[in-house]
């Protein structure tokens, strides 16, 4: 028995949560004592196929298709029933992306399973996962177990674990022909809300803004501390919801989930709808002058204090540290 784990790609440029699907597959793989198999979906060859060949694993499957050049969920859903059927794994594990959540319940439905998603974390226990999952907007966290027969299919959530822990290694690579049925829809191009804007679960270091800032104005000091430290601005709801920035730079529930080495929370109380956004964090520097704020609770390091002050003292001793 096996793990299979999914490899997301747009025309062969890794989507990075996917190393992440890797470091829980290995790990899932080493306390339950099974190899890890890695599946590309593509219509062509493929640069990505060599690099996570470079991983640990037992092999690379590409599953190849024409119409797999571009996702559809007809079209991945087909791949995915036949290289489940032929490698029979215990587990099918991917990161809980947007394009995951889209076609992962197609294929378990068509094999009489669950998908159990946005996992935080898991134990194994007598041989079985016990998977934790927020629930309540992050208010409770609830443990689930497996039942029935396997293949078992597992998302984990961004920054459950680290891409950049996932071990590397050499994988043999297979190629296995698919055959995709009638695909039912024509993709058009991704939206973007503008040219300019990012995709904050790539980011490294994120500088956040909160209602503390005050003013539009002021959201330049945030950006000089941003731009000292390399970092992209991301914000609060209430900062976007009054149109200060973009609605792709949100953090929360009803924003984008990130993960970065590094999260800077200026004057950000704390929220839980914006904390379930950021709180796989790396590092969590939080600035607010109320020391009561719930952001302190999950901060690394706080400065209780005015950012007015604090920030332009820090960004200043980042640039002398920078020389």
Not at 51 to 61: M, N, Q, S, T
Not at 109 to 132: H, N, P, Q, W
Request: with cysteine; charged share 25%.
């Amino acid at each position: 028995m096996s793990i299979l784990v999914f490899i997301e790609h747009k025309d062969c440029v890794l989507n990075k949560t996917s190393l992440e699907a890797i470091t829980a597959a290995q790990s899932i793989g080493k306390d339950l004592g099974l190899k890890v198999t890695a599946v590309i979906p593509c219509d062509k060859d493929c640069d990505l196929v060599q690099e996570i060949a470079g991983y640990d694993l037992e092999k690379v499957i590409v599953a190849k298709n024409e119409k797999l050049g571009t996702y559809t969920p007809d079209a991945y859903a087909d791949a995915w029933e036949q290289v489940i059927k032929a490698t029979n794994p215990q587990y099918v594990v991917m990161a809980h992306t947007y394009q995951v959540r889209d076609f992962a319940p197609k294929v378990a439905a068509r094999l009489g399973r669950e998908v159990v998603g946005d996992c935080i974390r898991y134990t194994a226990e007598s041989g079985k996962l016990v998977l934790t999952r927020r629930i309540f907007l992050g208010k409770l966290d609830a443990d689930v177990t497996l039942g029935g027969d396997a293949p078992y299919f597992v998302t984990f959530q961004s920054g459950a674990f680290r891409g950049d822990n996932a071990e590397k290694g050499t994988a043999a690579v297979e190629t296995m022909d698919v055959n995709v049925g009638d695909v039912r829809m024509t993709p058009e191009a991704p939206f973007q809300e503008a040219k300019a804007s990012v995709d904050l679960t790539k980011s490294e270091i994120i500088v956040a803004i909160g209602r503390g800032i005050k003013s539009q104005e002021n959201i330049a000091i945030a950006e000089q501390l941003a731009e000292a430290l390399g970092a992209d601005i991301a914000a609060s709801r209430p900062i976007c919801d009054s149109e200060w920035l973009p609605i792709d730079r949100q953090i929360g529930s009803s924003g984008q989930t990130v993960a970065p080495k590094l999260y800077i929370a200026l004057g950000i109380s704390g929220a839980i709808q914006h904390i379930v956004g950021m709180k796989n964090s790396g590092t969590i520097v939080a600035i607010n002058k109320d020391a009561e704020a719930p952001i302190f609770d999950i901060a690394d390091y706080g400065i209780v204090g005015d950012l007015f002050e604090a920030v332009p003292v820090l960004t200043e001793e980042i640039k002398k540290a920078k020389g």
